[in-house]
C-alpha cells in the first residue's frame, strides 16, 4: 500500500538554527512527493514537490530531494526564521490513483527568538 | 482569488441534528475534495468531485452526503453523526491532478 511516515515532533529550533523533518514512503510504482504546510489558523499549502528520482524541490529556502535508494524525501531549511513556525506535512501521490494524496501525520515546528 | 473558503469555521452538533458544511472557490479548479481529519492524524480523502461528478468516495459513511451545486461549490451534508466523527474536515481544489492543492482552513466539528 501507500503511505507516509514523518518523524515525530514537536520540534522546537532557535531562530537560524538548521532545520531538518524526515519524511520516508512507501509506496508501488514512482510517485510523486510533496511537502505541504500550515500556518496557524489557515489552511494546508504547498511547499514544493518532487516528480522523480533524483529531483530536489525548493522553495523559500527548504530543500527535499527524492531519494528512491532510501525511499525518502526529508525537509531541510538552513536558517530557520520564527515566520517558519508551522505544522509541514509530507505527502504522496502513488502513480496509480493519481486524485489521492497520502499524509503523513505531521510535524509541528515551532522556532523561537 | 487563490482561496477556498469553508463555512462555518466551528461546528457543534447533536446526533439527531442535520447539518451543512460548505465549500467555496472562484479560481476556476475543477476537481474539489473533502478531507477529514482527526487530531495529531494526517488528512484521510473522503470525496473527490472531478467536474462535478463524484469520482472518488472512500468508502465513507453514508451518514457523510456530498453534494456538487455547481463547479465553485462542494457540500457536506451531515445526519446522525456519532462523536467518532468529531474532527477537522477541510476542503480542497486543483485544476485537475491533485499536483498543487489549495485548502481551505477547514471546519472544526464536534459530535455531542
Known amino acids: 500500500g501507500n503511505s507516509v511516515t514523518q518523524m515525530e515532533g514537536p520540534v522546537t529550533l532557535s531562530e537560524e538554527a538548521f532545520l531538518t523533518i524526515n519524511c520516508t514512503y512507501t509506496?508501488?510504482?514512482?510517485?510523486?512527493l510533496f511537502w505541504y504546510v500550515q500556518y496557524p489558523g489557515e489552511g494546508l499549502q504547498l511547499l514544493l514537490k518532487?516528480?522523480?528520482?533524483?529531483d530536489k524541490g525548493s522553495n523559500k529556502g527548504f530543500e527535499a530531494t527524492y531519494r528512491k535508494e532510501t525511499t525518502s524525501f526529508h525537509l531541510e531549511k538552513g536558517s530557520v526564521q520564527v515566520s517558519d513556525s508551522a505544522v509541514y506535512f509530507c505527502a504522496l501521490r502513488a502513480q496509480t490513483g493519481a486524485n489521492n494524496l497520502f499524509f503523513g501525520t505531521g510535524t509541528r515546528l515551532t522556532v523561537i527568538p | 482569488d487563490t482561496e477556498v473558503t469553508q463555512t462555518p469555521k466551528h461546528l457543534v452538533m447533536g446526533m439527531t441534528n442535520k447539518k451543512s458544511l460548505k465549500c467555496e472557490q472562484h479560481m476556476g479548479h475543477r476537481a474539489m475534495y473533502w478531507y477529514k481529519q482527526k487530531a495529531k492524524k494526517p488528512p484521510e480523502l473522503m470525496f473527490v468531485y472531478s467536474y462535478e461528478k463524484l469520482s472518488i468516495n472512500e468508502s465513507v459513511p453514508s451518514r457523510f452526503s456530498p453534494e456538487c451545486p455547481n463547479s465553485s461549490l462542494l457540500n457536506l451534508h451531515l445526519h446522525a453523526l456519532q462523536p467518532e466523527d468529531s474532527a477537522l474536515y477541510l476542503c480542497?481544489?486543483?485544476?485537475?491532478?491533485?499536483?498543487?492543492?489549495?485548502f481551505g482552513s477547514g471546519t472544526q466539528l464536534s459530535v455531542l
Open positions: 509506496a508501488t510504482g514512482y510517485p510523486s
Open positions: 518532487a516528480t522523480k528520482a533524483d
Open positions: 480542497a481544489s486543483s485544476q485537475s491532478l491533485p499536483e498543487k492543492l489549495f
